[in-house]
C-alpha cells in the first residue's frame, strides 16, 4: 500500500488516516463475531495507518467499547497513542435489545460520557457526538453540553450523526463541529442534495459510513441469503424480496467494471466513496483481517473521470430499491427531512 495523505476532520478537527474502522460490526449487529479475529482486525488496522476506531456506546449495550479498550490496551504503546476514538451515545436500548429512544439532555450527555470515559480506559474522547437528534432537546443544548466537556478535557472535538442542513447550522453557530458522521455510498447518496454542501460552506468534514451498503456492496452477498433475527439485514428494506434481486443486478454492474481494472467490487465502492473529496473520510466496517485487507486496497485504486462516468451509469443515483432503514428508524433520522 502507499504513503496515504492524511485528511482532516473540517477546520477544527484531528489529521486522521483516509480510512477509518467502524467497529459496530465487532459486537453483534449483524450476526455472531468472533471476539479475537476483531481485536487482531482492529490491531492490523492500527499497524497499516489508521488511526480513527469508531464505536458507540450503545453496540452491545457497552460490549464494543470494551472490545475497543482491550484492543488498544494490548496494542503496541505507539500504535495505541495514535488511536482516536470516535464515540455516538444518547441512545436508550432494553436488555434484549429494542430500541427505545433517545435522550440528550445536557445532564444525560455528561452521564453517558462518563461511563464511556471508563470503558474505554480513556482519559478523554477524541470525537463525541449524539447519534441522532432528540426530538425533545433542543441541538444547541447537547452541542453547549459537549463544548463544556472539551473545555474540562473529557473530549478534544464534537461531532454530528445523521442530521439535516438546519440543525447542522444551529450546532454549528453554537461550538465548532469537526464532522458529520452519516451514510454515504454510491446507493445511499441523499447527502448529495443539501446536506454535503451545507458543510463544505461551514468547515464541516464527513466521516462516512455504510460505504458498502451493510455489505450489500461489498461482492458477497447472494440471493436467499438467510440472516437471523438480530442481524440488521433481516430487517432493512433493501435486503428483502425483490428490492435484493434489485439491488444485486446493479453490484453485477459493478462488477464488470471492478473486474476490468481488475480490482474487487468493495474496492471500487470505497474508492468511489474516497473519490468524493478529501473532506470525506469512509468507515470501513471490516471484522475481520481478510475483509479490511481488502478495504485497504481501495486506496490503490485510482478512478479517473471515464471510471467515474461508468461507475455512476452502473449504479446511478437513487438507483437502490428500498430505504436504507426500516420505516421506525426512518423516522428518527432528521437527515432525511
Given at each position: 500500500m502507499t504513503t496515504q495523505t492524511p485528511r482532516t476532520l473540517g477546520t477544527t478537527g484531528p489529521q486522521v488516516f483516509p480510512l477509518g474502522l467502524g467497529c459496530m460490526g465487532m459486537s453483534g449487529m449483524y450476526g455472531e463475531a468472533d471476539r479475537a479475529e476483531s481485536i487482531a482486525t482492529i490491531h492490523a488496522a492500527l499497524?497499516?495507518?489508521?488511526?480513527?476506531?469508531?464505536?458507540?456506546?450503545?453496540?452491545?449495550?457497552?460490549?464494543?467499547?470494551?472490545?475497543?479498550?482491550?484492543?488498544?490496551?494490548?496494542?503496541?504503546?505507539?500504535?495505541?497513542?495514535?488511536?482516536?476514538?470516535?464515540?455516538?451515545?444518547?441512545?436508550?436500548?432494553?436488555?434484549?435489545?429494542?430500541?427505545?429512544?433517545?435522550?440528550?439532555?445536557?445532564?444525560a450527555v455528561k452521564t453517558w460520557a462518563a461511563y464511556s470515559l471508563q470503558r474505554l480506559g480513556v482519559d478523554h474522547i477524541d470525537v463525541y457526538r449524539p447519534a441522532r437528534l432528540d426530538p425533545d432537546v433542543p441541538i444547541e443544548e447537547t452541542v453547549g453540553a459537549i463544548a463544556e466537556l472539551v473545555e474540562q478535557g473529557y473530549v478534544r472535538h464534537i461531532g454530528l450523526s445523521e442530521v439535516g442542513a438546519e440543525t447542522i447550522r444551529r450546532a454549528a453557530a453554537t461550538a465548532p463541529i469537526a464532522d458529520l458522521q452519516i451514510e454515504y455510498a454510491l446507493i445511499s447518496r441523499g447527502p448529495e442534495r443539501e446536506i454535503l454542501p451545507t458543510l463544505r460552506e461551514l468547515g464541516i468534514a464527513v466521516t462516512a459510513y455504510g460505504v458498502l451498503s451493510r455489505g450489500l456492496l461489498s461482492g458477497h452477498v447472494t440471493p436467499g441469503q438467510q440472516y437471523a433475527a438480530n442481524d440488521f439485514r433481516a430487517h432493512s428494506p433493501r435486503f428483502q424480496g425483490d428490492n435484493l434481486q434489485h439491488n444485486l443486478n446493479l453490484v453485477e454492474a459493478l462488477r464488470k467494471i471492478a473486474e476490468q481494472k481488475g480490482v474487487s467490487v468493495a474496492q471500487i465502492a470505497i474508492a468511489w466513496v474516497l473519490s468524493r473529496g478529501e473532506d470525506i473520510v469512509p468507515l470501513i466496517g471490516a471484522r475481520t483481517r481478510t475483509r479490511l485487507d481488502e478495504a485497504l486496497g481501495a486506496l490503490d485504486v485510482t478512478l479517473d473521470a471515464a471510471d467515474l462516468a461508468a461507475v455512476e451509469a452502473a449504479v446511478p443515483a437513487d438507483a437502490a430499491a428500498g430505504e436504507r432503514y426500516a420505516p421506525a428508524q426512518m423516522a428518527m433520522l432528521d437527515s432525511e427531512r
Open positions: 499497524e497499516a495507518g489508521v488511526t480513527l476506531l469508531d464505536t458507540g456506546d450503545f453496540y452491545g449495550m457497552g460490549h464494543n467499547e470494551l472490545l475497543v479498550a482491550e484492543a488498544l490496551r494490548t496494542a503496541p504503546a505507539a500504535l495505541r497513542e495514535n488511536a482516536l476514538t470516535s464515540v455516538k451515545f444518547g441512545a436508550h436500548r432494553g436488555p434484549d435489545g429494542s430500541w427505545l429512544g433517545y435522550d440528550t439532555r445536557p445532564a
